[in-house]
């Protein structure tokens, strides 16, 4: 208690002189509840945006080709990681995590109220005017061998739909750079198992509002309208804003008390800067001789060292130097986070192109018979299968196997629980490929006319439950890569990094996002010619999005062995400095 700062806020929530707590939860339980129950209603929102945002582009009046739906999704998506360290510098130069949250939130309101919006005619035509119309094309442009410049027109309102989604960007950025550590910071003294089941039920919240998200508002925006299917989202984060503001009597807040990312640009210019190289102190090699016969090998960053004539104390360039053992453990997990995002964007493409099963009729007029006028399973729903498996197991995971295995001694650690999420994300594209190349050969023998909410598309005549599977799979890897991941970014961290690695963890999550959009770039030139295909908006049925899954499956593969030869290293690594660090207690 005497090392905390003069300016934290702490509620009284526990009496002094009382007795450990049974529960680690015990005393911060309503400080919990209120940061899972406004992480439950902002992913509410927020998958009330991205779920079906590829379906509601393809539709009229927008018509988005589904490449360009697809790519504006990633983008969108990686943007949402990649202001993630800034959302974490920030909160720790500046502002503190929770005004740094408050901030973000509206943010991230305003640009919510965007997409109601656009889906009321005379406010969409006053923000983006009237469509222009269709361009005709000759037959040339439909052939992939033609060399005939093509006219293409622009996608319809699209600077308005791009500046909604950055505004929501850098608000969702911030927040989850944020929100994540705030709420470790309220168990963090309870010890390593008071975080680690922290996180797992902040995972299990998150996929608790995606699914109350897909469940619902995906339903109404695919069969009754997206102007109600944008507002409630809408609604939910502003109840979450509201859950936030008033949790703040009971939340542990500490003031900003400057930021790694300053310290971290400083020590490395230092170091380049530098052209002094760092020496060894005498009394250091009679030291280590003690230890070890052979002298401790200075890295670039030792200049910076008060004790090698710089001009940072020695804990913060070791703070750094931990943070840079960090990032190659991030850079591997960048292609799995590029599966990860194709549950979002082709993989519903791929669902929109499956024949997708009626629910039940609407009352049109008495006619039953119009495939137009049922109601049919939202596209997105079988993103809740991966949703739903993480809401069942995590409990499992946590009050059973993983107790067990505690034990017992054999509790994977984070690096290998992230190993084992990759192989089983890289075998959930493997199937959508799989499946893919049947659904391409089944249309040879004809297509059948499926109306999604207000689009046609050219269905395959093969049940949308065949992709069960690689939305199964990829669930499996969240319980193994996502959490764990999140884990080892908090507690690899330096206690003054933590929001820092925070950030960047999301932001090389960022980078996966826009490897994928780039990729899809890639194969849609007509040099490739996978995803060039023009002839209608949002159909695939001329493209070849098997390969382009096979191709994400064969990168994962050969990621995932690199990972295993950086993760080996790195626990070496650690084990290293361990003996070092009792050595040095013990001398």
């Known amino acids: ?163 909604g989604l950055v505004l929501i960007a850098i608000g969702v950025g911030s927040v989850k750079a944020n929100i994540t550590p705030f709420g470790a910071d309220q168990v963090k003294d309870r010890g390593p198992e008071a975080t680690r089941r922290f996180f797992n039920w902040f995972y299990w919240c998150i996929n608790l509002g995606a699914i109350l998200s897909l469940g619902g508002v995906a339903y109404i925006q695919q069969n009754i309208g997206f102007e109600l299917g944008y507002i409630i989202p809408t609604v939910c984060l502003g109840v979450s804003f509201l859950v936030f503001v008033c949790g703040r009597t009971v939340f542990i807040t500490k003031p900003a008390d400057g930021s790694a990312f300053t310290d971290m640009f400083r020590i490395l210019g230092h170091s380049l800067c530098s052209s002094k ?3 060894e102190p005498s009394l250091l090699r009679n030291e280590v001789k003690g230890v070890s016969s052979s002298r401790p090998k200075l890295g670039l960053l030792d200049s910076a060292k008060e004790r090698y004539g710089g001009r940072f104390p020695e804990e913060k360039v070791e703070e750094v130097k931990a943070l840079f053992k960090i990032i190659p453990v991030f850079l591997a997990l960048i292609p799995y986070w590029t599966v990860y995002f194709q549950m979002q964007t082709t993989y519903v493409l791929q669902s929109l192109h499956l024949r997708i099963p009626a629910i039940f009729s609407k009352s049109s007029e008495g006619n039953s018979s119009n495939i ?25 995971k946590d009050k059973v196997v993983d107790p067990i295995l505690k034990r017992r001694g ?17 075998w959930s594209v493997v199937a959508a490929g799989i499946l893919e190349t049947k659904r391409l050969d089944v249309i040879k023998n004809g297509t059948i006319d499926q109306v999604i909410g207000n689009v046609t598309y050219n ?37 003054s990094m933590q929001s820092a690695i925070m950030g960047l963890f999301f ?81």
Request: net charge positive; proline share 6%.
């Open 507 to 587: 932001f090389f999550s960022g980078i996966g996002s826009f490897v994928g959009s780039g990729l899809l770039a890639l194969v849609s030139t007509k040099a490739v010619g996978w995803m060039s295909c023009h002839k209608d908006f949002g159909n695939i049925n001329g493209c070849s999005l098997n390969y382009y899954f096979f191709l994400l499956a064969g990168i994962q593969g050969v990621t995932l062995l690199l990972f295993l030869i950086v993760s080996v290293k790195y626990d070496k690594q650690k084990n290293r400095s361990g003996v070092q660090r009792q050595n040095a207690a013990s001398s």
């Open 372 to 396: 137009s006028a049922l109601h049919t399973l939202p596209a997105a729903w079988l993103t809740m299968f991966d949703a739903l498996l993480i809401l069942l197991l995590i409990p499992l």
């Open 410 to 426: 054999l509790l994977p650690s984070s690096l290998k629980r992230i190993a084992v999420g990759m192989f089983f994300v890289m």
């Open 277 to 279: 190289q760092p020496s």
């Open 459 to 495: 269905a395959a005549d093969l049940s949308v439950w065949w992709q069960i599977p690689q939305y199964v799979l990829i669930g499996i890897s969240e319980i193994f890569a996502s959490i764990a991941g999140l884990e080892f970014a908090y507690s690899a961290a330096p206690k």
């Open 1 to 163: 208690m005497g090392s905390r700062h003069i300016n934290e806020h702490t509620p009284l929530l526990e009496p002094p002189g009382s007795r450990s707590p049974i529960s680690v939860f015990q005393g911060r339980r309503l400080a919990c509840a209120a940061i899972l129950l406004t992480e439950s209603l902002e992913r509410g929102a927020f998958y009330g945006i991205t779920s079906n945002l590829v379906l509601f582009l393809n539709g009229n009046p927008f018509l988005w080709e589904g490449t360009q739906a697809s790519q504006a999704l990633l983008l969108f998506m990686g943007v949402t990681y990649l202001v993630s360290p800034f959302g974490g510098w920030i909160a720790d130069a500046c502002l503190g995590k929770f005004a740094t949250i408050i901030c973000s939130f509206i943010l991230y309101f305003v640009g919510m109220l965007m997409f109601p919006f656009i889906t009321v005619t005379d406010f969409r035509i006053a923000l983006c005017h009237d469509m222009k119309p269709l361009p005709l094309m000759p037959p040339e442009c439909f052939n992939m061998s033609s060399n005939v410049t093509c006219p293409y027109r622009q996608p319809y309102c699209a600077p308005v739909v791009f500046s």
